[in-house]
């Protein structure tokens, strides 16, 4: 089983990225699934989910209405686009899958995690 976040970079502020979890070894539409950040010398930080049969999401105060998260069950990925960046939203991001119907923000709760993407916002 794993998760593997992609769609990382450098981006100015303002611009957009799109983040890609691609699982293998499991169905990601049988999970509900959570995006995390972690900048440099902070902790850990939920920031969105989608709940496995894609009828809820939630998101963090600080990326609502910037933020949109989503599921392609064809493809077993699930995104995250970012737009309005800002060189806060800089941190390595990461992707989880929870065994439950609704979203947590905790990260011990999720029973798959994978290597993190950073992203770097900046001018």
């Known amino acids: 089983v794993q998760l593997q976040a992609s769609g990382g970079g450098l981006v100015q502020p303002g611009g957009s990225l799109r983040l890609s979890c691609a699982a293998t070894g499991l169905r990601l539409r049988s999970y509900t699934i959570g995006w995390f950040r972690q900048a440099p010398g902070k902790e850990r930080e939920w920031i969105s989910c989608?709940?496995?049969?894609?009828?809820?999401?939630d998101y963090a105060d600080s990326v609502k209405a910037r933020f949109t998260i989503s599921r392609d069950s064809a493809k077993n990925t699930a995104y995250l686009q970012m737009n309005s960046l800002k060189p806060e939203d800089t941190a390595v991001y990461y992707c989880?899958?929870?065994?439950?119907?609704?979203?947590?923000?905790?990260?011990?709760?999720?029973?798959?995690w994978g290597q993190g993407t950073l992203v770097t916002v900046s001018s």
């Open positions: 989880a899958a929870l065994a439950r119907g609704v979203c947590s923000r905790v990260w011990s709760d999720h029973r798959y």
């Open positions: 989608i709940r496995r049969t894609s009828t809820g999401t």
